[in-house]
């Protein structure tokens, strides 16, 4: 996930969370308990509160630039609220990357083993998982690898460079294929002595 798509996602879940958290403590300063407990200089709502009564709806139905102005507002939140949930699946794994014929295509599947075949090869890789993700036009390949303690990874990186994924951007030409590499060790397990 990009990290423009994960601080959006974020920042949604905050403002939502904000505004029910709001609106929960608004309606719950209601009650009579709640209303007990909380300081006196805070403000309140009374129990018996009318939020729209008949003469207040009366007088917004004078006003006839309110009902379309609210009607478009959900409209465009509704629009806004598909469009980000479209997003989050339109780019998951590549299923099939169409090469230049028509009905031709490779796998994403099998070249995300052939590039953990090849990561795993790579002296000091212990293991190592490969996924593509994104679209056609833009790749991006998530490469997790497990060093082994004595590796180095300025060394790993280096050949994992200029083997696998330049062979992977070869298969893949022209489209840009972005890597993404992360690395872990494998613990070193301390010798007992018995």
């Not at 719950?28 to 009374?46: C, D, K, L, N, Y």
């Not at 031709?104 to 998982?129: K, Y």
Request: hydrophobic share 50%; net charge positive; with cysteine.
């Amino acid at each position: 996930m990009s990290r423009l798509r994960s601080s959006a996602n974020r920042s949604t879940l905050v403002c939502a969370a904000a505004v029910l958290l709001g609106a929960g403590a608004v309606l719950a300063s209601t009650t009579a308990p709640v209303r007990e407990r909380i300081p006196a200089a805070w403000p309140r709502i009374g129990a018996d509160r009318v939020w729209l009564d008949e003469e207040m709806l009366g007088r917004w139905r004078d006003h006839g630039w309110w009902t379309p102005v609210v009607i478009a507002g959900l409209a465009a939140g509704a629009v806004l609220f598909l469009g980000w949930a479209l997003a989050q699946f339109r780019t998951g794994r590549l299923r099939e990357l169409p090469l230049g014929q028509p009905g031709v295509t490779l796998s994403a599947t099998a070249l995300a083993s052939v590039m953990a075949d090849r990561a795993r090869a790579v002296e000091g890789v212990a293991r190592a998982d490969v996924s593509l993700l994104g679209r056609p036009r833009r790749l991006r390949a998530r490469i997790t690898l497990v060093l082994d303690p004595d590796a180095s990874p300025e060394a790993v990186l280096r050949e994992l460079a200029g083997g696998t994924v330049a062979e992977a951007r070869a298969a893949a030409a022209p489209r840009a294929l972005e890597a993404d590499v992360r690395l872990t060790t494998r613990p070193h397990r301390a010798p007992r002595i018995r």
